[in-house]
Nanobody, 121 residues
Framework: QVQLVESGGGLVQTGGSLRLSCVASRRTLNTYAMGWFRQAPGKERESVARISRNRGLTSYADSVKGRFTISSDNAKNTVYLQMNNLKPEDTAAYYC??????????????WGHGTQVTVSS
């Protein structure tokens, strides 16, 4: 069992940056693969970024590749999503997720409560 709490969302102008944080209630390195999903009103939930259980591999949606970076501070049990050059289409509720697999699937076991990111045009 692990609880996840996201923070860092907010309102930002097009081209701006935000860093989202996901704090886990326990150690996740070598235990849980982690990742970020987002969902905008009227749209399906989509995977944004993933980091493997051992934190050795990352993966990104094509729509954010080159702009977003997922990373971890293992001592703090925290995973980050650095979002640069934000676009209005990035506006969504962002959710941290985890499961016990080597790499995060589209159906994670655990979810955070979400944090809203709004990018003004």
């Amino acid at each position: 069992q692990v609880q996840l709490v996201e923070s860092g969302g907010g309102l930002v102008q097009t081209g701006g940056s935000l860093r989202l944080s996901c704090v886990a209630s326990r150690r996740t390195l070598n235990t849980y693969a982690m990742g970020w999903f987002r969902q905008a009103p009227g749209k399906e939930r989509e995977s944004v970024a993933r980091i493997s259980r051992n934190r050795g591999l990352t993966s990104y949606a094509d729509s954010v590749k080159g702009r977003f970076t997922i990373s971890s501070d293992n001592a703090k049990n925290t995973v980050y999503l650095q979002m640069n050059n934000l676009k209005p289409e990035d506006t969504a509720a962002y959710y941290c997720a985890a499961d016990s697999s080597v790499f995060l699937s589209n159906h994670p076991e655990y979810w955070g409560h979400g944090t809203q990111v709004t990018v003004s045009s």
